[in-house]
């Protein structure tokens, strides 16, 4: 064993060739499907044409289609995949020594493109189907304002138009990032706005406001089905990005399969649960057939813990109340994390696949503390030199607790985990750590049971 073990080399590489041809869907296997959406006008499924007055035709058919296992990635899609793909596995020796830690470390690091997280691979696909469809453009919110970036990458590559409504707070706040969408050509506004109408009443409503995610994605679909030749698109949660992340376990699967490598644990973080959903999609679909086992842990901010003290229940996905009703782990649409939450994840649900696999019993989740996330954070970047995105430090900070577990125990697991992306744009938040102003804070069961009484009114749910 040791001998093989020896020959694996720090990065994984896959050969060009070798990046996946096709997406898995995962919710081919599961045996109780993922809720529908529903329309929360009528309190039923939505249907596909109901649907592609948001979203291009294709993304409709992707995000309905339960049964087919496997779907081809278009050429064009795979050739952009190219210019940054496939992503290195990378086997953590540098942290296991520092651990003083038997157990085996990899991570996929996603972080290896200019928007510097794993949301380019669905960006891509999206801005791909709506050029198909011959649009004009795409609408879409942006809060830091990674899936914003990825999207305004994709959109510039494929020569289509891109409005991007970015939380004011953030506008204003993270410029740097604002200005790397325009630098790809994007038209940013900042939300709440002038320019839509539901931005005008929030704006008359409340003068002087900073904005939050839920207004913009408002304001982003009023734009997108008020306007000739646009559609609507998401960087998380929807069954369609879970499918166009799934090359990130698939890449994984297959680094690992060259050297004989069976994980014992797969972790990740959760906001709204792609890069997750995509990091354990074929590796959950052993487990689903029954081929294979594997521990699969969630990672979520304590501040925003959707998992772990989240109720499973039909929800919106926008605090603006105007989106599909999603059935999902969900802390209502109304939460909104505490303004010290520094990291990440800030998403009130989860995606439907996810949620579902969960109360299955198929997965398991924690919740993690800011302050403990930037400590792991900081200790990754000295001793494997990668800056981390805080929302992919919640996976490091479960990944080395496991690995100090094994140090105890004696034994040699294997763990891998996702590490989503770079921090380069995170600094305001590392400053606050650094400068030792970081606090933790957790919501109380009565702030949350407050919460929950506005979840929806909808048949079978109480
Ligand atoms: C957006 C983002 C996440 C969280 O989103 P998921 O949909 O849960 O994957 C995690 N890490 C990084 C770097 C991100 O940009």
Known sequence: MSNTENKIPYKIYLSENEIPKQWYNLRADMKNKPAPLLNPGTGKPLTAEEMSGIFCEELVAQ???????YIDIPQEIQDFYKMYRPAPLVRAYCLEKALGTPAKIYYKFEGNNTSGSHKLNSAIAQAYYAKKQGLKGVTTETGAGQWGTALSMACAYLGLDLKVYMVKVSYEQKPFRREVMRTYGADVTPSPSTTTEVGRKILAEHPGTT????????????????NEGYRYVLGSVLNQVLLHQSVIGLETKAAL????VKPDMIIGCAGGGSNLGGLIAPFMGEKLRGENDYRIVAVEPASCPSFTRGKFA??????????PLAKMYTLGSGFIPSANHAG????????????Q???DGLMEAVAVEQTEVFEAAEKFARIEGILPAPESSHAIKVAMDEALKCKETGEEKTIVFGLTGTGYFDMVAYEKFNDGKMTDYIPTDEELEESFKHLPKVPGQE
């Open 257 to 260: 399969d060259k050297y004989g």
């Open 357 to 359: 696999l969960y109360d």
């Open 344 to 355: 990440g994840l800030r998403f009130h649900g989860m995606s439907s696949t996810l949620s």
């Open 314 to 323: 039909y929800d919106f996905c926008d605090t603006g109340m105007i989106c």
């Open 211 to 226: 904005g939050s995610l839920g207004c913009a994605i408002s304001e982003a679909v009023e734009v997108a089905t008020t």
């Open 63 to 69: 995000e309905l289609d339960d049964t087919t296992p």
